[in-house]
C-alpha cells in the first residue's frame, strides 16, 4: 500500500496529556499504525514519506491496515493540512487542565536529571501556556474540521471517549481501553517513559505531585489561558468529549 493510500490520524496537544495512553490505544487497532511522536513537521507532501518511512523503521505496517498516527506536542513541529495532499485526514485536539500539566512535566524531567529547564515550575508553566495558545490559533483558523476531547476523559470516561472515538475514524472493530505494547513503548522520546504505560490497560489512579510548587501568578496565568482556548476549541469543533 502506497503511503499516497493511507488516511492520517494527527494528535494535537502538549506534553502530559496522556497521549501516548491514547496514542497506545489507537495504535492497537488493526486498521491503525503508530503510537508515538514521530518528530516531524507536516506542512508539505514530502513529510507524508518521511513518516511511512519513520515508522517502518520501528514497527511493520499491519496487514489491511489504513491509518497512519503521529502526534505533535511542540511548537517547534507545524500540521497545515491544506498542504499535505492527503486522502484524509483526522485532526484531534486535545488539552489537560494546567496545574496537573505543568506538576507532570516538572516531575517528570526532575526525574530524569537531565538538567532540562523543564524541571522549573516557570519553564513548565511558559511551555504549557504558549503551547495552548498555539492549539488553540490552530483550531481558530482551522479550515479541516477537528474533534476537540479534555485530555482527563482518556482515564476518566473511557466508556464514552473510545465509542466517540470509534464512530470519528469509522473503525470496526471498536476501540478497546486494553492496549497492546510496542517496541518504542516507554523509551526516551517516544511518549510516556513510565512503567504504567506497559501495563496494557488503562490505570485511572491519580498521581501524586504535591512535592511539586507552582507560584500563584503563575498557576493563574496558566488557568486563564487554559480556561479561554478550551472554551474556544470547543465552541469551533467537529465534536467533543469533556470530562
Known amino acids: 500500500m502506497s503511503c499516497d493510500s493511507y488516511s492520517r490520524i ?34 508539505n ?19 489491511s ?13 507545524r500540521l497545515m493540512p491544506a498542504l499535505l495532499a492527503v486522502n484524509d485526514a483526522t485532526v484531534l485536539a486535545c488539552l489537560r487542565e494546567p496545574e496537573a500539566s505543568i506538576k ?12 532540562d529547564s523543564y524541571e522549573q515550575p516557570k519553564e513548565a508553566a511558559k511551555y504549557y ?28 470516561r473511557p466508556e464514552q471517549l473510545l465509542p466517540a472515538l470509534t464512530r470519528w475514524l469509522d473503525l470496526d472493530p471498536p476501540l478497546s481501553p486494553r492496549y497492546k ?9 517516544k511518549g510516556d517513559s513510565s512503567v504504567l504505560i506497559r501495563s496494557g490497560i488503562i ?22 489561558t487554559y480556561r479561554e482556548c478550551r472554551r474556544n476549541m470547543i465552541a469551533n469543533a467537529a465534536d467533543c468529549i469533556l470530562h
Open 10 to 43: 494527527f494528535l494535537l496537544s502538549h506534553m502530559r496529556a496522556f497521549t501516548s495512553l491514547l496514542g497506545h490505544i489507537l495504535g492497537s487497532h488493526p486498521a491503525i499504525n503508530g503510537y508515538f511522536e514521530l518528530h516531524i513537521s507536516y506542512d
Open 45 to 63: 507532501p514530502a513529510a507524508l514519506d518521511k513518516q511511512v518511512g519513520e515508522l517502518r523503521r520501528y514497527e511493520t505496517l499491519k496487514e
Open 65 to 77: 491496515s489504513r491509518y497512519l498516527f503521529d502526534k505533535l506536542l511542540h511548537n517547534d513541529y
Open 104 to 115: 507532570s512535566i516538572v516531575n517528570l524531567f526532575a526525574r530524569k536529571a537531565s538538567g
Open 129 to 156: 501556556i504558549e503551547r495552548v495558545r498555539r492549539l488553540a490559533e490552530f483550531c481558530a483558523s482551522a479550515t479541516h474540521p477537528y474533534y476537540y476531547l479534555d485530555a482527563e476523559s482518556i482515564r476518566t
Open 181 to 189: 505494547t510496542f517496541s518504542q513503548t516507554g523509551q526516551p522520546r
Open 203 to 224: 490505570d485511572q489512579s491519580a498521581s501524586d505531585y504535591s512535592h511539586v510548587h507552582i507560584a500563584p501568578d503563575l498557576l493563574e496565568n496558566a488557568l486563564a
